[in-house]
């Protein structure tokens, strides 16, 4: 674990957990259409205008199954890099805090709508966020 780590990259670090969601999700759609193209015989009888047919059927599968596991790989990769992040966050021991990174990193929420959700003043949740930031251990890549 590191410990020297700036608040900015902290911040920057946890910001990453909704961009990661976002690929994953991105990765999933590409999965299906590779699915679906698989499933669809009409792309091998009916090739794109410039293009040959692929005369293999299992030539056609092969590619397409190598795409998929690729896209696969990415986004287990993805889905282990945002569980990392949620480990980091439910290791801060104030509950409160880890709820205000939550609220803010995990859900997207603003400091100033986290603040009327908690019922504290806007001063006391940047102060929390602070020190949860300063109490945040992020692994090393």
């Given at each position: 674990?590191?410990?020297?780590?700036?608040?900015?990259?902290?911040?920057?670090?946890?910001?990453?957990?909704?961009?990661?969601?976002?690929?994953?999700?991105?990765?999933?759609?590409?999965?299906?259409?590779?699915?679906?193209?698989?499933?669809?015989?009409?792309?091998?009888?009916?090739?794109?205008?410039?293009?040959?047919?692929?005369?293999?059927?299992?030539?056609?599968?092969?590619?397409i199954d190598t795409q998929i596991a690729r896209l696969q790989a990415k986004r287990l990769e993805s889905i282990r890099y945002y569980r990392k992040i949620l480990q980091c966050i439910s290791t801060i021991e104030d509950p409160t805090e880890q709820t205000l990174l939550r609220l803010?990193?995990?859900?997207?929420?603003?400091?100033?709508?986290?603040?009327?959700?908690?019922?504290?003043?806007?001063?006391?949740?940047?102060?929390?966020?602070?020190?949860?930031?300063?109490?945040?251990?992020?692994?090393?890549?």
């Amino acid at each position: 674990m590191q410990n020297n780590i700036s608040i900015d990259q902290k911040k920057q670090y946890l910001k990453s957990y909704r961009s990661t969601l976002w690929n994953i999700q991105l990765l999933e759609d590409e999965i299906h259409m590779f699915q679906s193209f698989s499933n669809t015989p009409s792309y091998i009888i009916h090739p794109v205008c410039g293009t040959q047919a692929f005369t293999d059927y299992t030539s056609y599968r092969t590619q397409i199954d190598t795409q998929i596991a690729r896209l696969q790989a990415k986004r287990l990769e993805s889905i282990r890099y945002y569980r990392k992040i949620l480990q980091c966050i439910s290791t801060i021991e104030d509950p409160t805090e880890q709820t205000l990174l939550r609220l803010k990193y995990i859900h997207g929420n603003t400091l100033e709508s986290i603040a009327e959700t908690l019922n504290y003043s806007l001063r006391q949740i940047h102060n929390i966020h602070r020190h949860a930031l300063e109490h945040l251990t992020i692994p090393a890549n």
